[in-house]
């Protein structure tokens, strides 16, 4: 008997363990109120998902405007996963244009508002005003999107000159995508 209920224990622990395990993590809901007012959501309007986008911008090297003798690194578009706050894969965002896609086939495009800088060697934090959403789903209604908590995706730190037109680079970033619908 003695050790059926120390057999028993021990299995119920794990059970336990496993069952905190795999339930979803529990996020905080996002505060805004520590962003730069740049990139702030407008009042009339509430968070309705929470993503972490990781994946490529692609910068190309291109000749600058109005110039004939000066290059930069251009942004051409992201390709990224989105991902819930649990790692669970909900969507992607590709672009040009700028396009964030729910697993169900709703998709939303959208305007940039506002950029404010981020940490060094991120790109900047971003406010997007949303474009009617396409397809019923998840991006249905969604009036704004920031891009907060940035990671990488800054240009090449590597020259861009006239041998190196046309080249195209791949940077990593991750950032969190925050989707806002008018209350």
């Given at each position: 008997?003695?050790?059926?209920?120390?057999?028993?224990?021990?299995?119920?622990?794990?059970?336990?363990?496993?069952?905190?395990?795999?339930?979803?993590?529990?996020?905080?809901?996002?505060?805004?109120?520590?962003?730069?007012a740049?990139?702030?959501?407008?009042?009339?309007?509430?968070?309705?998902?929470?993503?972490?986008?990781?994946?490529?911008?692609?910068?190309?090297?291109?000749?600058?405007?109005n110039?004939?003798?000066?290059?930069?690194?251009?942004?051409?578009?992201?390709?990224?996963?989105?991902?819930?706050?649990?790692?669970?894969?909900?969507?992607?965002?590709?672009?040009?244009?700028?396009?964030?896609?729910?697993?169900?086939?709703?998709?939303?495009?959208?305007?940039?508002?506002?950029v404010?800088?981020?940490?060094?060697?991120?790109?900047?934090?971003?406010?997007?005003?949303?474009?009617?959403?396409?397809?019923?789903?998840?991006?249905?209604?969604t009036?704004?999107?920031?891009?907060?908590?940035?990671q990488?995706?800054?240009?090449?730190?590597?020259?861009?000159?006239?041998?190196?037109?046309?080249?195209?680079?791949?940077?990593?970033?991750?950032?969190d995508?925050?989707?806002?619908?008018?209350?």
């Amino acid at each position: 008997m003695r050790r059926f209920v120390s057999t028993f224990s021990a299995v119920s622990a794990a059970c336990a363990l496993v069952a905190c395990a795999s339930a979803p993590m529990m996020a905080k809901p996002f505060d805004q109120s520590a962003m730069p007012a740049a990139v702030q959501v407008p009042a009339g309007n509430k968070v309705v998902l929470e993503t972490v986008g990781v994946g490529q911008i692609t910068y190309e090297c291109r000749v600058k405007a109005n110039t004939t003798d000066q290059f930069e690194w251009v942004f051409v578009g992201p390709d990224a996963k989105l991902m819930d706050r649990s790692g669970k894969e909900i969507g992607k965002y590709f672009g040009p244009p700028a396009t964030w896609q729910s697993m169900d086939g709703s998709k939303v495009t959208g305007a940039q508002v506002a950029v404010s800088p981020a940490q060094p060697g991120a790109i900047p934090l971003q406010l997007v005003k949303a474009n009617p959403a396409m397809g019923n789903g998840a991006m249905q209604g969604t009036s704004y999107i920031q891009r907060v908590a940035t990671q990488g995706g800054v240009a090449p730190a590597k020259a861009c000159n006239a041998s190196m037109v046309s080249v195209k680079e791949i940077v990593q970033y991750q950032a969190d995508y925050i989707f806002w619908r008018a209350v």
